[in-house]
């Protein structure tokens, strides 16, 4: 089969699976999520055992069945933010707001007004798509997003469609001139900086190792001045989803030289951490975010 048919294949199911969830309401879909994950969690062996040894890293005091129970919590929670990306066309602004409480709202406006932008990190946490939209929607500025591109291009143009329905620009991970100039002109520039990035990367401790890490967030911070926040969609039993927002500081760091870059991402890093801490299986544990270094076990 070649790539080109193989991708209408893709394309077409993908429609006719976010027809049918697009057909239920929206409190049923998170629901939906999570009976599918009873389903599919079992056969996808591979991400299981990457979450399984994340989190025997991550939490060496915790036993198999603790790690066992986030790993199965946290691909429900990755079904369920599926589903509800499936459902955004269905979305108006007012559903974003009733979907996702911001608790500090006046943090975005209040760091605006000093007419360097704003850079909002997140984290492939909760549902981590409806945190961007949320952040745009609360806010009067122009909101940017980046966003890896998908193999499957026509898949990749409806998701941009989707994400760009609320007034969110997509920029490409290689888009540095747009993302410098929405700064520029006093606009928000939302990432998640918490997957693998690549071995020569600065590397900061994460979960007790060192692993390479973006540093992207923190060279624009401190180029622009542009002041950083952080924050994550919390996922609640109704569904819905609460938000409170973080300033990560900068202030202090003067320039972007290689010593500030690096303890900006610490901090930054460090933030994320606490976050995942505090709501393990809310985290996309599947990852291999640590692919580039060795297993606890393994170092010394």
């Keep these: 089969m070649s790539k080109n048919i193989k991708h209408k294949l893709e394309f077409i199911l993908f429609q006719l699976i976010g027809f ?11 629901k939906c ?41 946290s691909f429900q929670n990755i079904t369920a933010t599926f589903m509800e990306l499936l459902w955004l066309p269905n979305m108006d602004k007012e559903a974003i ?5 911001i608790e500090n709202p006046e943090l975005i406006e209040r760091l605006l007004q000093g ?21 745009g929607v609360y806010s009067n500025a122009s909101m940017y997003a980046m966003a890896k591109t998908q193999s499957n291009s026509l898949v990749d143009e409806m998701i941009i469609q989707w994400r760009e329905k609320f007034d969110v620009k997509i920029i490409s991970m290689t888009g540095v ?32 190792r060192e692993v390479p890490t973006f540093q992207g967030p ?21 569904g819905n989803y609460k938000m409170l927002l973080e300033q990560v500081q900068s202030n202090d760091l003067i ?11 610490r901090r930054q890093v460090q933030v994320t951490e606490n976050m995942i801490r505090k709501y393990p299986d809310q985290w996309m544990w599947m990852h291999k975010r640590w692919k580039h270094v060795p297993d606890r076990a393994e170092v010394g």
């Design 20 to 30: 049918f969830v697009r057909v239920l309401p929206l409190q049923s879909v998170h």
């Design 33 to 73: 999520g999570f009976v599918l994950a009873k389903w599919f969690y079992p056969i996808f062996k591979s991400r299981r055992n990457v979450a399984l040894r994340n989190l025997r890293n991550a939490f060496p005091e915790m036993n198999d069945d603790q790690r066992e129970n986030i790993a199965y919590r």
């Design 97 to 101: 707001k009733r979907r996702v409480h």
């Design 115 to 135: 007419g360097k932008g704003l850079i909002y990190l997140t984290a492939h946490f909760g549902n981590w798509e409806l945190a961007i939209q949320a952040l």
């Design 177 to 208: 001139r747009e993302i410098l100039r929405a700064l520029h002109q006093g606009g928000i520039i939302g990432m998640a900086a918490d997957q693998s990035a690549p071995m020569e990367s600065i590397s900061v401790m994460f979960f007790g």
């Design 218 to 238: 923190a060279v624009f911070c401190l180029k622009t001045g542009a002041p950083m926040i952080f924050g994550c969609t919390v996922r609640q039993d109704t």
């Design 255 to 265: 320039g972007a030289s290689d010593e500030n870059v690096l303890e900006l991402t």
